[in-house]
């Protein structure tokens, strides 16, 4: 039987299910550590590791917080610039921390951060920290309501003022963009 396809988006057997919660959920509760140490297939034609390997391990750890968040499956709609400080190298360990920021209606942003270290030499590095806002999507792939995040902490609450100052920069620059696109639109 054909797979079907609704709202533009491909929906078959493997669409994880959709937790029914809508209850406030604590930052603590949707917080991933993710450790990865690095081989010699993740290296660059340098021989350190290609940026592109620390990018996807961002993506699928800040991905998975905003899953836990949800209680279900969620798209990756934006990533805000992200600058590599110190360079990977192979063998050495991996960890990406990430933990919700913030939410909107259907969207939330996640914050990471990425830490090298090298057991051996006891190299320790800040390699990169990036912000990516998730879509939560209902069984057929729509966006849908996202629970409230209960921020606990100052520190907490800090990320969460900061985030929505990101969400309005964000969401102007979209807006100023699709503007800009209309016919006549930058006259
Ligand atoms: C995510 C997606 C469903 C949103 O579609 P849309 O038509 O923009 O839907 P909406 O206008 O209802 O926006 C949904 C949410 O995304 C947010 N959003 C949309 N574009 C955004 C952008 N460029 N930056 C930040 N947030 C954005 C909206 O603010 C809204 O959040 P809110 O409900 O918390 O306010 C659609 O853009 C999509 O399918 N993108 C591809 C995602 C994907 O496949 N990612 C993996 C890449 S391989």
Do not use: C, W
Request: hydrophobic share 40%; no cysteine.
């Amino acid at each position: 039987m054909a797979t079907p396809i609704r709202a533009g988006r491909r929906i078959d057997a493997s669409m994880p299910s959709v937790s029914d919660e809508t209850s406030p959920r604590r930052v603590a509760d949707s917080r991933v550590v993710l450790v990865q140490q690095m081989a010699p297939a993740d290296a660059n034609v340098l021989g350190s590791v290609h940026g592109g390997t620390i990018m996807k391990l961002v993506d699928t750890a800040a991905g998975l917080a905003a899953s836990k968040h949800v209680r279900g499956p969620v798209v990756t709609v934006a990533m805000d610039e992200m600058s590599f400080l110190e360079p990977v190298l192979i063998d050495d360990v991996v960890t990406v921390k990430a933990a919700v920021n913030d939410v909107g209606r259907t969207s939330l942003e996640v914050g990471a951060r990425v830490d090298a270290e090298n057991y051996v030499t006891g190299r320790k590095v800040h390699v990169s920290s990036a912000y990516l806002v998730f879509v939560a999507l209902d069984t057929a792939g729509r966006p849908r309501p996202v629970p409230p995040i209960l921020a606990e902490s100052e520190e907490e609450r800090q990320r969460q003022r900061e985030a929505r100052l990101r969400r309005e920069a964000r969401l102007s620059r979209k807006r100023a963009i699709e503007e800009a696109r209309r016919p006549g639109g930058d006259s």
